[in-house]
């Protein structure tokens, strides 16, 4: 069961989490359009669901070669001021990918050099994107944070593949990235205006020593470990995503006007759930609660796979997207709660590795076997592995009994 605390997210009392999920949120649905953007001209200039995939390798790579070194640095610097830098070296990519294009000088190794380089700074990013949200609101409230959060990313999901498809069917590629390329400016400024900093007292310098702390807490707490596993095998085997460009052209014939409400569908049940979810209070029965929703995310991907109207389609997309938020919040309440704030960079880190890691080397799976096999065998092979995993997992009591204990409010570090 989860008990409710009322119909407002407590998370949005904070006026700089407020500040700061506002800000991300505009800059998801930035990186969207890059990605519609990306992976549509990429196919363009290509015809091949392998380049797509191979887009996805080139992000995939130095993102989890880098995610350990953005945890260090999370617990080692300010983390404001670090988000600050990478949102400026994103925004030089993006400016770059509109010259480019503009231009007509954009050819396919240049967009798996941009894809790499977001990649980097993502991957540097990413950890203290997660281990920030802790330092803006109490410990009572950060459920309701994670929540929110995953929100807020949903709109941005489902605004931004929506708006992306219809500028690159009016407008083009090149004006995706302008906005993508905007919205880095917009997330850099809702940085600046937080007030609250984060508290200096239990830095830990960049260091292999430092690094092997947060992989030994990790070893050390079952439970974290194989929720990690778990979202790693849902985003490589189990998201489509990757094929969408390819059914929306050659499979439903929707255009990129129906790619984008292919990209968009998903988090629309996400939206959903992720909203209630941000009104409520710590969950009981937490990890019953992440095994269904896997399960629940893996019998829709096997059904869209299958399915052979595009409407159909769209509604299993968002049964996915509920399943995935599901799962997906609570296991970001399990690690953060479970996580001291002194090592929550680089436990978020090792995290990023296989969140982040999954959803680009998925994308190049899902290429790779949609080459071999057929678009349709890739998307439902991929779901029906994500299922394996999940019920070979919901088998270990460890992780089907998890409860998280319920605790008074304590400030966190501003």
Same mark, same amino acid.
């Given at each position: 069961m989860m008990r409710g605390r009322g119909p407002r997210p407590p998370a949005l009392r904070h006026r700089d989490f407020r500040v700061f999920v506002i800000g991300q949120a505009i800059s998801l649905v930035g990186t969207q359009f890059t990605n519609v953007a990306m992976a549509w001209q990429i196919y363009e200039l290509t015809g091949s669901p392998l380049q797509i995939g191979l887009l996805g390798l080139a992000r995939g790579i130095p993102q989890i070669a880098l995610t350990l070194l953005g945890g260090m640095l999370a617990d080692a610097v300010d983390r404001r001021r670090l988000m600050m830098a990478m949102q400026l070296a994103q925004f030089c990519v993006s400016a770059s990918l509109v010259a480019l294009t503009a231009a007509? +000088? *954009?050819?396919?190794?240049? %967009?798996?050099? =941009?894809?790499?380089? %977001?990649?980097?700074?993502?991957? +540097?990013?990413?950890?203290?994107?997660?281990?920030?949200?802790?330092?803006?609101?109490?410990?009572?409230? %950060?459920?309701? =944070? *994670?929540?929110?959060?995953?929100?807020?990313?949903?709109?941005?999901? *489902?605004?931004?593949?929506? %708006?992306?498809?219809?500028?690159?069917?009016?407008?083009?590629? /090149?004006?995706?990235?302008? /906005?993508?390329?905007?919205?880095?400016?917009?997330?850099?400024?809702?940085?600046?205006?937080?007030?609250?900093?984060?508290? =200096?007292?239990?830095?830990?310098?960049?260091?292999?020593? =430092? +690094?092997a702390e947060g992989i030994a807490f990790v070893r050390s707490q079952r439970i974290i470990l194989l929720l990690m596993v778990l979202d790693f095998s849902a985003n490589f085997f189990g998201s489509p995503r990757a094929l969408l460009p390819v059914y929306a052209k050659d499979i439903f014939h929707v255009g990129p006007e129906g790619l984008g409400l292919l990209y968009a569908a998903s988090s629309i049940g996400a939206l959903g759930g992720a909203f209630v979810m941000s009104t409520i209070g710590q969950p009981q029965r937490a990890g019953r609660w992440v095994l269904t929703g896997v399960v629940f995310y893996s019998v829709c991907a096997m059904g869209f796979a299958l399915s052979p109207v595009y409407w159909v389609a769209l509604i299993l997309l968002v049964g996915m997207g509920v399943g995935d938020t599901v799962s997906s919040v609570l296991r970001g309440s399990i690690n953060q709660l479970v996580t001291p704030d002194r090592l929550r960079g680089r436990v978020s880190a090792v995290n990023s590795v296989f969140i982040n890691g999954g959803p680009p080397l998925g994308q190049f799976e899902s290429g790779a076997v949609a080459a071999l096999w057929g678009v349709p065998a890739s998307a439902f092979t991929g779901g029906l592995a994500t299922l394996l995993v999940a019920l070979s997992i919901a088998a270990i009591p460890a992780a089907r009994r998890f409860t998280l204990p319920r605790e008074e409010a304590q400030p966190m570090p501003a």
């Open positions: 007509e +000088l *954009i050819e396919p190794f240049m %967009l798996y050099v =941009a894809s790499a380089l %977001l990649a980097v700074f993502a991957g +540097l990013e990413n950890p203290t994107r997660a281990s920030y949200v802790p330092n803006l609101v109490p410990r009572a409230d %950060l459920t309701s =944070a *994670i929540a929110f959060t995953t929100s807020m990313r949903q709109v941005a999901y *489902i605004l931004g593949p929506s %708006l992306a498809g219809v500028v690159l069917g009016f407008a083009g590629v /090149v004006w995706c990235y302008t /906005v993508d390329a905007t919205s880095w400016v917009l997330m850099l400024s809702s940085l600046a205006l937080i007030r609250g900093r984060q508290a =200096a007292s239990g830095r830990r310098g960049v260091s292999f020593a =430092a +690094l």
